[in-house]
């Protein structure tokens, strides 16, 4: 499995960087305004990295020459959904500490679980939407869900980003006792996601 997430980290590094660095740059008008959207937004981005990868997979015929080697379908589909994971995390814990060096979590009223919790939402949850289509169909027939998965991102991300405005920034006061389901729910997201990608990725004829 090593040797697919190395594969994924070229890509990213050879045809998506261009990505990464607009989404470290919007991050900066999170720093600046206090807008905990923009905070987040590198994540947003990541997190729908997989997808963008799969496509130029698909593009080189890729998928198929996979089939080819000694790997499952079920180590192809767990190396995206680790790759996801580790984009996810990476580049949280990035901006965790730029974030607590510039005293910007201090201006928006933020802690560090407050954005893990924030960040593994809008990761985690757009991409698991998508991939699951696109191991079923590919990546050129799901093309909707992948701008449905983008525009769920922007949804979940405003939606967020408003409340925590309207209390002030910061996590809402209210959250109390249902904290926990901030880190469950992507989780479980995930977990389905998963499943289901494995399963449609085995019956797939390429």
Known sequence: MSGLLLKDFYILMK?????????????????????????????LMCGLMP????????????LAYADTMPW????????????????????????????????ALVKMEMTIPDLFAISLIIGI???????PVNFKMGTVKGRLWYFAAIALAAGIGGGV??????????????AGDFYWVLFVLPVAVLAV???????????REL
Do not use: H
């Open 193 to 203: 996601s998963w499943l289901l990608a494995v399963k449609f990725y085995e019956k």
């Open 125 to 131: 949850v757009p991409s698991c939407v998508m991939l």
């Open 72 to 103: 499952s379908r079920k180590t192809v589909v767990t190396a995206k959904y680790v790759f996801l994971l580790l984009m996810v995390l990476g580049v949280t814990a990035l901006l965790a500490v730029v974030y607590t060096l510039t005293g």
């Open 15 to 43: 045809d998506c960087r261009m990505n990464v660095i607009i989404a470290l740059g919007f991050s900066l008008f999170g720093v600046f305004n206090g807008n905990p959207f923009w905070v987040v937004w590198p994540v």
């Open 51 to 62: 997808g963008s990868i799969m496509g130029l997979e698909e593009q080189s015929g890729w």
């Open 161 to 174: 980003g408003a409340l925590l405005i309207d209390k002030g920034v910061g996590m809402p006061q209210n």
